[in-house]
């Protein structure tokens, strides 16, 4: 089963971050007041206050390496410590007056989105009850001091405002990082549903793939022995109860090869088209090695006389591509009437390369003759990358009798 990253051990590395840029940014904004006047020098207890907001980093720095369920846990502590340390910093610079106290604003969202619904609502009534508590109870700068521009007593109506403005925004905020949560939640499942459903699919194509395999190991020398007892009983001269044998013989081959192959198609007529024998092919192969992909290209509507045969030469040479564990196996004719070409490439890797003789063994011997009786010649060549068999023969010249 795929396993994800804790997301909440990420989120408290991210607020180490982010609470020490929220710190240098106001520790530099503080010091850089006294070059204007020598009366802004910032009072150590506020820069004390500042150092006090990496407390909680701190704490994540120590107990970073918990087990998940602790992690979460950690997380809303840091939290409700960034909102208790925020809170006395604001009292420090004036209340809820000063626009620092917006700030509050961000763990609240960061627990929203991370935290159990409970815990979130929890955060937003601490905080709420906090704003107030800083609104009625804060410490006033002096009015020479460095921050009172920024936080002096502004009108009861606008400090009201003020608060009606935060307390939307933190509800708004809260409920919109519960519902970001929860569409987060339920895509993740989706996504694990979805991952176990492909590795059933896959356990199922695996299964699949063995019998497959099974049923091809079993179908090449049935295929073979039909091959074999049609081209005895074509020698002239056979006894009839030879004949007969031979007869029943491919009879039962055909009977049993097809109950493996369970295809929906059955043996093409006497005379087919290119096309329709090449789908028959795939169709056929395709039960055989669902991985195979088979592409037909070339002159569509070529007539095959006799296709039955020129389809058991095509399924052999297909047999031995998937033995030679191929993925793509190529169709291309080209016919000028006079002369055709039927070229047959694989990139199967496992072909044996035998230079004494063109061969891979009884199911090659078997097409040999096959294509001998349909007046065609078989060329092999193997490549790096591709094996193709050429069949040539002449449309205008008749076969060789198969009946």
């Known amino acids: 089963?795929?396993?994800?990253?804790?997301?909440?051990?990420?989120?408290?590395?991210?607020?180490?971050?982010?609470?020490s840029l929220l710190v240098v940014c106001l520790a530099l904004a503080l010091l850089t007041l006294p070059r204007f006047s020598p009366d802004l020098l910032p009072p150590p207890a506020l820069l004390a206050g500042l150092a006090a907001l990496l407390l909680p980093s701190l704490l994540a720095v120590c107990t970073l390496n918990l087990t998940p369920p602790r992690q979460r846990l950690?997380?809303?502590?840091?939290?409700?410590?960034?909102l208790l340390l925020m809170l006395a910093l604001v009292r420090q610079l004036g209340g809820a007056a000063n626009p620092l106290s917006f700030y509050l604003l961000v763990p609240l969202l960061l627990a929203a989105l991370t935290l159990p619904p409970r815990?979130?609502?929890?955060?937003?009534?601490?905080?709420l009850l906090g704003y107030t508590v800083v609104g009625l109870w804060h410490s006033a700068p002096a009015p020479h001091s460095t921050l009172h521009a920024l936080s002096r007593e502004l009108s009861p109506t606008h400090g009201l405002g003020m608060a009606v403005v935060f307390a939307a925004l933190a509800v708004v905020l809260t409920l919109l990082g519960q519902v970001i949560q929860s569409l987060s939640r339920e895509q993740q499942r989706q996504q694990e549903r979805l991952l176990e459903l492909a590795g059933r699919r896959e356990r199922l194509y695996q299964v699949a793939a063995t019998l497959a395999h099974q049923a091809h190991e079993l179908n090449t020398p049935l295929s073979s022995l039909v091959m074999l007892a049609d081209n005895a009983g074509q020698e002239p001269g056979l006894p009839d109860a030879t004949r007969e044998d031979l007869a029943q013989i491919e009879t039962l081959a055909r009977r049993l090869a097809d109950r493996l192959r369970q295809t929906d198609t059955s043996e093409p007529p006497e005379q087919c088209h290119y096309q329709e024998l090449g789908e028959?092919?795939?169709?056929?192969?395709?039960?055989?090695?669902?991985?195979?992909?088979?592409?037909?290209?070339?002159?569509?509507?070529?007539?095959?006389?006799?296709?039955?045969?020129?389809f058991r030469v095509l399924a052999n040479l297909g047999y031995n591509a998937i033995d030679a564990g191929a993925e793509h196996l190529v169709?291309?004719?080209?016919?000028?009437?006079?002369?055709?070409l039927l070229q047959v490439s694989d990139d199967g890797p496992r072909h044996e390369r035998n230079r004494d003789r063109e061969g891979l063994g009884i199911g090659l011997a078997l097409v040999e003759t096959t294509l001998a009786t349909l007046g065609a010649t078989l060329t092999l060549?193997?490549?790096?990358?591709?094996?193709?068999?050429?069949?040539?023969?002449?449309?205008?010249?008749?076969?060789?009798?198969?009946?």
């Open 74 to 82: 950690m997380l809303g502590i840091e939290l409700a410590l960034d």
């Open 1 to 19: 089963m795929t396993t994800y990253p804790n997301p909440h051990r990420t989120w408290r590395r991210r607020l180490i971050a982010l609470r």
């Open 331 to 340: 169709l291309r004719l080209e016919n000028d009437g006079r002369r055709a």
């Open 381 to 403: 060549d193997f490549h790096h990358q591709w094996s193709q068999a050429r069949i040539m023969w002449s449309p205008e010249a008749p076969t060789h009798d198969h009946a």
């Open 119 to 127: 815990a979130a609502w929890s955060l937003l009534a601490m905080t």
């Open 280 to 310: 028959r092919l795939r169709q056929h192969l395709r039960h055989l090695c669902p991985t195979l992909t088979l592409t037909v290209e070339g002159s569509q509507n070529t007539e095959f006389q006799d296709a039955p045969a020129w």
